[in-house]
């Protein structure tokens, strides 16, 4: 993995650690607030190694043989992989759908409107799930 790929990892979270750090420090001390945001920061990093470096089906099966004890108590598995791998694989969607819709927002020169983002936003997820719904209902995979 290289450096570009790591920071890209990070990168969205740096404001955050940023607003982290000052918050702790204003209600712990300066020792303190390092350390819990240097976990943070240790724990997302070695998180996001684990996703650039191993497969998502790789992942999924890890999940299913982790969770197989819990079988006893009603969990079913592979319903569970299936649900984690189908919220992995939309969030790429959720967010085309977003960069859609600020692009068409900012056409119209409604690009400071909340409403303008947040219906067409909840209406093109709405009808992503739907179609995902109608497609495992077509391969069987409902109750």
């Given at each position: 993995?290289?450096?570009?790929?790591?920071?890209?990892?990070?990168?969205?979270?740096?404001?955050?650690?940023?607003?982290?750090?000052?918050v702790q420090v204003v209600i712990a001390d300066v020792p303190t607030a390092v350390a819990?945001?240097?976990?943070?920061?240790?724990?997302?990093?070695?998180?996001?190694?684990?996703?650039?470096?191993?497969?998502?089906?790789?992942?999924?099966?890890?999940?299913?043989?982790?969770?197989?004890?819990?079988?006893?108590?009603?969990?079913?598995?592979?319903?569970?992989?299936?649900?984690?791998?189908?919220?992995?694989?939309?969030?790429?969607?959720?967010?085309?759908?977003?960069?859609?819709?600020?692009?068409?927002?900012?056409?119209?020169?409604?690009?400071?409107?909340?409403?303008?983002f947040a219906v067409p936003l909840v209406v093109g997820v709405l009808r992503h799930a739907?179609?995902?719904?109608?497609?495992?209902?077509?391969?069987?995979?409902?109750?």
């Amino acid at each position: 993995v290289g450096w570009r790929a790591a920071w890209g990892q990070l990168r969205p979270l740096r404001w955050f650690v940023v607003v982290l750090l000052v918050v702790q420090v204003v209600i712990a001390d300066v020792p303190t607030a390092v350390a819990l945001t240097a976990r943070l920061v240790l724990a997302v990093a070695l998180a996001a190694l684990v996703t650039l470096t191993t497969r998502t089906t790789d992942l999924m099966a890890a999940l299913e043989r982790g969770l197989r004890p819990f079988r006893r108590f009603g969990v079913d598995p592979a319903r569970v992989s299936l649900l984690m791998s189908l919220t992995l694989r939309s969030v790429p969607v959720v967010a085309g759908i977003a960069g859609r819709i600020r692009e068409a927002r900012w056409a119209r020169g409604r690009e400071r409107s909340v409403r303008a983002f947040a219906v067409p936003l909840v209406v093109g997820v709405l009808r992503h799930a739907d179609a995902m719904g109608e497609a495992l209902q077509a391969r069987g995979l409902d109750d």
